[in-house]
């Protein structure tokens, strides 16, 4: 009894203590920052309809020290669906995002998309990519505000 009882207790200790020592690395990992809240040069847009690079009427901009998507230059919303990359590829990550949704659709925008964002990963050839291409095949995780 005396011997199953030590065993559970230290079992039990040895469980604690690798859970604060993961805790602990955990806590210590050094953090890539990927937006630098300057400028987009580390990063590669595509927008369907155009070349790799073109950022259309604007839409993906730096504002005091946020990356913002603006619909203000469009006059209407046609199929212009829109990717922003990080251009060094990831294998293993672990994201944090700040967000906020601001303002109203722009015209014409499928309903479905109203303060729809994703975070978007695991695209293999996200430098080919065609230019009639409206989704993409990838892995993501949607963002929705509140309509």
């Not at 603006?70 to 294998?91: A, L, R, T």
């Not at 700040?98 to 975070?119: D, L, S």
Request: net charge neutral.
């Amino acid at each position: 009894m005396l011997t199953k009882r030590f065993l559970v207790n230290s079992m039990l200790g040895l469980f604690l203590a690798l859970t604060f020592v993961a805790v602990g690395a955990h806590s210590e990992e050094e953090w890539l920052q990927l937006f630098n809240g300057e400028d987009l040069d580390d990063w590669l847009i595509k927008f369907r309809g155009e070349e790799a690079g073109v950022n259309y009427l604007d839409t993906f901009r730096v504002e005091d020290g946020a990356l913002k998507v603006c619909y203000d230059k469009y006059e209407s919303f046609k199929g212009n669906f829109g990717h922003i990359f990080y251009k060094q590829p990831f294998s293993h990550y672990r994201l944090r995002v700040e967000y906020r949704f601001t303002g109203e659709q722009v015209a014409g925008g499928p309903g479905w998309a109203f303060r729809n964002k994703e975070i978007q990963g695991k695209y293999r050839d996200r430098l080919r990519i065609s230019r009639g291409l409206t989704f993409l095949m990838l892995c993501d995780t949607e963002i929705q505000g509140q309509t």
